[in-house]
């Protein structure tokens, strides 16, 4: 469970543009984060002699010197005085291979491209903040790997409190770690514990997400790209490898990555050496490999759609995450503290569970895992109106719990590419048209789910029918 942003300190905007700062502080602020804009290096540092930030993005560039981005880098080296351990995130439209590098060599925890993508702004925050809280615990990390609440981990289950005696046991390693489990189950938020927890936390940590990755785009996310090497590529982009130098590189459904790709990948990871669309200049990093899927990597490499060596170099540690139903003594404590969350996001008040809520709540299988009690919880907190929450506020229906079974004997004579067929409709029409629940109750990816869909010319909510 991650916590709210408005939970927190404000995220501090600097950009010399008003535009640009009253744009991204309305995207932060329907995002649930509240900010402060500064539109100059003098104003960033009073503002934060002034008040403590959870975050920073940063502009490179200033009216003195539009290009080089050298303001930008002198500030980012002052903020890092005056403030070590604050996420800072720089941001240019004239982005190249040494400003990024430069950037980060400075102090900056990550890199975004003008203009921006709303999701990859919201993505990087996030990221860069869940990482600063684990720094803040390194220490009692190290000894004790029970987690204090804002680190965003509950553990009164055996079960998991095994996962977090086994990320103890190899935080200090540079071991690659494949973390196994069901979407919704905080893999992307232990990966992040993890980073925090070893030797490399004072450097980044990066999270790509493999299943989103479009396959034409793949060489130029993960290893970036030199201006003109392809007909699109206006200016220099730095790769996820290179900006993981010295950190954690967490690759996130990992199962999704295209065959043809897998020899890419497998080459940076076994001697840590790529080269740049575009250039023959071979660079070498020092990254160390976190991956996660929900996908069982065996039975693809069985079936030849994921290379067996490949799997070797990722799985040196493998650990496998909980589903929430297989850790029922943390369901109440995960309620109760993400129902406090949201009723703090949107200011309404807190409210205890009633007996039999607390039953529903330990009944129910969460097929979505901690997201979808995440979810359910953000509606019992703008829903809710009574002394206590009941049953009713909880919204719990059977088709979230399972999709109703087929008919005894409705597989009979049936093929495959049928019987596919009739579980994506059944899992449309119980989600009511809405992919990502559809996708947990068949048990892939939303992007898999996207591949299905196309395959056999359905298009999600406009297919329902039969």
């Given at each position: 469970?991650?916590?709210?942003?408005?939970?927190?300190?404000?995220?501090?905007?600097?950009?010399?543009?008003?535009?640009?700062?009253?744009?991204?502080?309305?995207?932060?602020?329907?995002?649930?984060?509240?900010?402060?804009?500064?539109?100059?290096?003098?104003?960033?540092?009073?503002?934060?002699?002034?008040?403590?930030?959870?975050?920073?993005?940063?502009?490179?560039?200033?009216?003195?010197?539009?290009?080089?981005?050298?303001?930008?880098?002198?500030?980012?080296?002052?903020?890092?005085?005056?403030?070590?351990?604050?996420?800072?995130?720089?941001?240019?439209?004239?982005?190249?291979?040494?400003?990024?590098?430069?950037?980060?060599?400075?102090?900056?925890?990550?890199?975004?491209?003008?203009?921006?993508?709303?999701?990859?702004?919201?993505?990087?925050?996030?990221?860069?903040?869940?990482?600063?809280?684990?720094?803040?615990?390194?220490?009692?990390?190290?000894?004790?790997?029970?987690?204090?609440?804002?680190?965003?981990?509950?553990?009164?289950?055996?079960?998991?409190?095994?996962?977090?005696?086994?990320?103890?046991?190899?935080?200090?390693?540079?071991?690659?770690?494949?973390?196994?489990?069901?979407?919704?189950?905080?893999?992307?938020?232990?990966?992040?514990?993890?980073?925090?927890?070893?030797?490399?936390?004072?450097?980044?940590?990066?999270?790509?997400?493999?299943?989103?990755?479009?396959?034409?785009?793949?060489?130029?996310?993960?290893?970036?790209?030199?201006?003109?090497?392809?007909?699109?590529?206006?200016?220099?982009?730095?790769?996820?490898?290179?900006?993981?130098?010295?950190?954690?590189?967490?690759?996130?459904?990992?199962?999704?990555?295209?065959?043809?790709?897998?020899?890419?990948?497998?080459?940076?990871?076994?001697?840590?050496?790529?080269?740049?669309?575009?250039?023959?200049?071979?660079?070498?990093?020092?990254?160390?490999?976190?991956?996660?899927?929900?996908?069982?990597?065996?039975?693809?490499?069985?079936?030849?759609?994921?290379?067996?060596?490949?799997?070797?170099?990722?799985?040196t540690i493998e650990i496998h995450i909980p589903a929430l139903r297989e850790r029922s003594e943390d369901i109440l404590p995960l309620a109760?503290?993400?129902?406090?969350?949201?009723?703090?996001?949107?200011?309404?008040?807190?409210?205890?569970?009633?007996?039999?809520?607390?039953?529903?709540?330990?009944?129910?299988?969460?097929?979505?895992?901690?997201?979808?009690?995440?979810?359910?919880?953000?509606?019992?907190?703008?829903?809710?109106?009574?002394?206590?929450?009941?049953?009713?506020?909880?919204?719990?229906?059977?088709?979230?719990?399972?999709?109703?079974?087929?008919?005894?004997?409705?597989?009979?004579?049936?093929?495959?590419?049928?019987?596919?067929?009739?579980?994506?409709?059944?899992?449309?029409?119980?989600?009511?048209?809405?992919?990502?629940?559809?996708?947990?109750?068949?048990?892939?990816?939303?992007?898999?789910?996207?591949?299905?869909?196309?395959?056999?010319?359905?298009?999600?909510?406009?297919?329902?029918?039969?």
């Open positions: 469970m991650v916590d709210s942003p408005s939970a927190h300190a404000p995220v501090l905007i600097v950009d010399d543009d008003r535009d640009v700062r009253e744009a991204l502080q309305l995207l932060l602020k329907v995002s649930g984060y509240t900010s402060v804009g500064a539109d100059s290096p003098a104003s960033a540092l009073a503002r934060l002699q002034e008040m403590s930030f959870q975050a920073a993005l940063v502009d490179m560039n200033y009216s003195r010197d539009t290009t080089s981005g050298g303001e930008g880098l002198t500030l980012i080296a002052e903020m890092v005085r005056l403030r070590p351990t604050l996420p800072l995130i720089a941001m240019t439209a004239w982005a190249n291979i040494q400003m990024a590098v430069e950037a980060m060599r400075s102090g900056a925890t990550d890199f975004i491209e003008k203009p921006w993508q709303n999701a990859r702004v919201l993505a990087v925050l996030e990221a860069v903040i869940a990482a600063a809280r684990v720094r803040g615990n390194v220490g009692a990390a190290i000894d004790d790997l029970r987690l204090p609440d804002d680190a965003g981990v509950i553990a009164e289950s055996a079960s998991m409190r095994r996962v977090l005696d086994e990320l103890h046991a190899v935080a200090g390693s540079d071991a690659s770690i494949l973390l196994l489990g069901e979407n919704g189950t905080g893999k992307t938020l232990l990966a992040s514990r993890l980073h925090g927890a070893s030797r490399r936390a004072k450097a980044p940590f990066v999270r790509v997400d493999v299943g989103g990755l479009a396959p034409t785009l793949f060489e130029s996310e993960m290893f970036g790209h030199v201006r003109g090497a392809f007909t699109d590529a206006r200016k220099d982009r730095v790769g996820r490898f290179e900006m993981a130098d010295g950190g954690t590189l967490f690759l996130d459904e990992i199962g999704n990555l295209p065959l043809e790709q897998q020899p890419k990948l497998l080459r940076a990871i076994e001697d840590g050496q790529f080269e740049k669309l575009g250039t023959s200049l071979t660079r070498r990093v020092d990254v160390r490999l976190v991956s996660a899927t929900n996908a069982s990597l065996r039975d693809l490499v069985d079936e030849g759609r994921f290379r067996r060596d490949l799997l070797y170099r990722l799985n109760r503290k993400s129902l406090e969350h949201s009723c703090r996001r949107y200011n309404t008040p807190a409210l205890p569970f009633s007996a039999a809520a607390e039953r529903a709540l330990r009944e129910h299988t969460w097929p979505g895992n901690v997201r979808e009690l995440e979810h359910a919880m953000e509606r019992v907190a703008l829903l809710a109106r009574g002394p206590r929450v009941e049953v009713e506020d909880l919204r719990l229906t059977p088709a979230q719990s399972a999709p109703p079974p087929l008919a005894s004997g409705a597989l009979g004579g049936i093929t495959l590419e049928s019987a596919e067929l009739l579980l994506l409709r059944q899992a449309l029409q119980t989600s009511g048209g809405n992919l990502q629940s559809a996708a947990e109750q068949l048990g892939i990816t939303r992007q898999s789910l996207y591949r299905r869909l196309e395959k056999h010319g359905l298009r999600g909510g406009d297919d329902l029918a039969g």
